[in-house]
């Protein structure tokens, strides 16, 4: 199991940028790819990008592409996901979570820890 916690959410004008961490905990971070998720008042959970056990594949949904990049640092067990060019419609509590293997998968199912989760506000 890996314990998850993310920070650096808040309130920014559209425009800004934000960089949310990811800290895990439990040697087997290497292990996970790690995905972040974001889920909007009134609406379904939904897959925002992630990232292959070594850093080296990522994949994004097609509405941060290019806005947003997913990192990781295995040596501090921590996944980050940069946030460019916000919108209010990137408005929504972002989740990171570990999947049950090492490359890269969009299905939520295949994700077994979850962080608590971290609100991130753009206003216009």
């Known amino acids: 199991q890996v314990q998850l916690v993310e920070s650096g959410g808040g309130l920014v004008q559209a425009g800004a940028s934000l960089r949310l961490s990811c800290a895990a905990s439990?040697?087997?971070?290497?292990?996970?790819?790690m995905g972040w998720f974001r889920q909007a008042p009134g609406k379904e959970r939904e897959f925002v990008g992630v990232i292959n056990w070594s850093g080296d594949s990522t994949y994004y949904a097609d509405s941060v592409k290019g806005r947003f990049t997913i990192s990781r640092d295995n040596a501090k067990n921590t996944v980050y996901l940069q946030m460019n060019n916000l919108k209010p419609e990137d408005t929504a509590v972002y989740y990171c979570a570990a999947s049950r293997g090492l490359q890269t998968v969009l299905d939520e199912r295949e994700y077994d820890d979850w962080g608590q989760g971290t609100q991130v506000t753009v206003s216009s």
């Open positions: 439990g040697r087997t971070f290497s292990s996970h790819a």
